[in-house]
Each structure stands twice: as C-alpha cells, then as structure tokens.
C-alpha cells in the first residue's frame, strides 16, 4: 500500500499572487488542537494503507515551516509508530526564505526533517517583488546557507520566463544558482493561473506573458546548464545529481501510492483517489465528526488510472515501462497509447522509444502538455 505520506499544512502568513489560500491566513492557531485532529487523521489512513513501511514525508501546503518543530516531531513520530520507516527514509519541509522560518531549522533538524525544499524564486531584487515575495535576495541566501548547514539534503525552486525576462538575464542568474552547491534545484516557467492576482494583471494590461518562442529558448538554457553542471533533468522543471532526486515526488510521478492529510491534501490508494476539505474549520468538523477530515473519497477505473500513470510517468525523463503499465492496469498497450501519433511524433524527433520503455525527448518537453493530449489514447481518457 502506501509508501509515502503527505502533510498539508494550511495557513500562510498573506495572501501570496499565485494561490487562493487568502482563507487560511490566521493570526493564531491552537497548535495542541491541531496536532491532535492530524493525529487522528494520520491513524484513519493508516488503517486503511499501512502494511509498508514509509519511504519518504513531505510537509508542504501553505507555508509548512511555520509549524511548530514540537507538532512536526510529534506527526513524525506517531507517523513512525503507525507504519515504520525505511532506513534511509526522506523526509522533506517546503520552506520561505524568512527570518523566522529560518530560526526554527535547527530545531525541525532535530525533531526529524532531514531535507528542505526552499522557495527563493529569483535571485533579482526586483523579480521578487513582481513575484509578491517579502524577502530578498541577500534574505534568501542568507536562509540558504543556514539551510546547507543543518539538513543534509537542500533543494530550492526559482521561476523564470518572466516578462522581458532575456536569455542573457536568465544564464546569468542560473549560473549564479548552479554555483550555490545544492544537488537539486526546480526550475519552473512562470504560468499564469486563473483567478490569481497574476491573472487579473494581464487582463488590465499591467504586464504582458513572455511569448512561446523566448520561453523555449529560455528552457533549452536552462536544459543546457544544469545538464552541464551535473544536475541534468529527471523531470519537466526538476533537476538533480543522480540518486538526489525528490523520493516523495517520484511517487507521485511513477503513480505509486500516497497518504495525504491535512486540510485540502489529495491522496492516492489501492484504486481510491482521496481529497480532504480544503478550508480548515470544514476538515476540523470531519475528523471531530467521523475522525478524519476526508470530503470525497473516489473509485478510479482502470482506464482512469492508466490515463493519469501516462500523463504522470512522461513527464520523467526515464518514461515509462509500457509492458508494465498494461500488466498493472489489465489494459493492452494500444489502448494506452496512439500508435500512429506515437510512430509520428518519435519520427519527428518529439518522443523516444528504446526497448520496452518511451518518454519524451528533451526537444518535446518544451510543448509536453500539447504531446500528452496526441500520445495518450483518446478513448482511454474517454473511458
């Protein structure tokens, strides 16, 4: 069953330009009445998925690094009583570069967390302003190094493709971050969500998206140089040295099970697809209700799973083990797939076949989203 679990925390401390968690800012939190609800929300999943023992823990969410380290000790240590651990067991806590996020490391060190994903997004004063970031760059670098210095494992995240962002601008910055030592880094192209303030920007004209072709450009960069500083591409924005890659987010992405819990944590079991409530009094009331704070509760068809195992499995640039998958899933391979789009799009350059395995080259991933809609069969997804 499951082999990873996933921890949402909700609150943040504002309203950040690219998420709708206005709702989940709080001045206070009672601590000791949330640490007992995820308790008991932890123990109704381990019920249900607990025979293995867990291989990674990711705290992410609103803004996780805020938790009390005493609450992050306590979940990981009824985590570890309920499925065990594997030996060399990842557990993650995504991070804001902030002064009193950062202050509490040495402590979460201590009550467990062994790697930090931070979020610095720019190396560039002003970026991060239009990014709706509080911190700065010195702020952000000055976490990174007492990051390097407590978690043995750091990764941290920047966006690119901004407006007038130029490819010279963007290999000066990556370099920059390439230099910094850490063997993971998420590289993501800036999207523009709806209903984000983001969103609302562009339409009233108050910045325009960078056009396709400079992203392109941008991202064959970015391809380029971390291939050439060791850390090449293992997925679509995540780069690592090899055996450094994120455990926790191979497991979503090789469509293996999960846990999640916490308010608005989605989960994956045996067939089931799981959604917690999302605002924080609903799932309070779930878990006091029924002790556990799920909203929906899911049967996937085979085709259903199949469909999301592609659309997950290519975007690694391992690809994916078709026999496998049509063993797993009970479904013949040319009814995952679109042979004749899949013969079109390998002669064109966009797909690679070797053996029993496919995935995308690094020619096709810039327009991945576009492949995945002409490779995965139709009737599947239908299904």
């Known amino acids: 069953m499951a082999r990873a679990l996933y921890i949402h925390w909700p609150f ?20 000791a009445a949330w640490e007992a609800a995820m308790l008991r929300d932890m123990e109704h999943e381990a019920l249900i998925a607990g025979d293995e023992a867990l291989e990674s823990i990711f705290f992410g969410g609103g803004t996780p690094s805020l938790m009390p380290p005493a609450l992050v000790g306590a979940l990981l240590n009824r985590a570890q009583q309920l499925w065990g651990f594997a030996p060399d067991i990842e557990i993650t806590l995504e991070a804001n570069p902030s002064s009193v996020e950062t202050a509490k490391f040495a402590d979460l060190a201590v009550a467990g967390i062994n790697r930090v994903s931070l979020g610095l997004q720019s190396l560039d004063d002003e970026a991060l302003k239009f990014l709706g970031r509080l911190h700065s760059v010195d702020e952000g670098l000055a976490a990174l190094d007492v990051a390097q210095n407590h978690f043995s494992r750091v990764s941290f995240d920047l966006i690119y493709a901004r407006p007038n962002q130029t490819e010279s601008n963007w290999q000066a910055e990556l370099t920059r971050a390439l230099g910094f030592g850490t063997d993971h880094l998420s590289l993501y192209q800036l999207t523009i ?68 819990i916490g308010p608005g944590a989605h989960g994956r079991r045996g067939d089931q697809a799981t959604l917690r409530h999302k605002k924080p009094e609903n799932w309070l009331s779930g878990v006091d209700e ?29 690809g994916i083990a078709f026999p496998m998958l049509s063993e797993r899933f009970a479904i013949p391979f040319d009814r995952l797939i679109d042979q004749d789009r899949l013969t079109m799009l390998r ?25 995945l809609g002409e490779l995965v069969n139709s009737e599947l997804v239908t299904a």
């Open 347 to 371: 002669d064109l350059g966009f797909v690679w076949q070797s053996n029993e395995r496919i995935g995308v080259t690094s020619r096709g991933m810039p327009v991945l989203d576009a492949l």
């Open 290 to 318: 029924h002790g556990h704070g799920l909203r929906k509760e899911r049967a996937l068809s085979r085709p259903e799973q199949a469909s999301e195992a592609l659309l997950m499995g290519l975007r690694l640039a391992e």
């Open 193 to 260: 969500e709806p209903n984000t303030r983001f969103a609302t920007d562009v339409r009233r004209g108050v910045f325009n998206p960078l056009d396709d072709d400079p992203a392109a450009d941008l991202f064959e960069v970015t391809h380029q140089l971390t291939e050439g500083a060791g850390i090449p591409a293992y997925e679509v924005s995540n780069h690592a040295r090899h055996g450094q890659e994120s455990r926790h987010n191979l497991t979503y992405w090789r469509y293996q099970d999960y846990c999640g």
């Open 12 to 31: 943040c401390l504002k309203k950040c330009p690219y998420c709708d968690f206005n709702s989940h800012v709080r001045d206070t939190v009672d601590h």
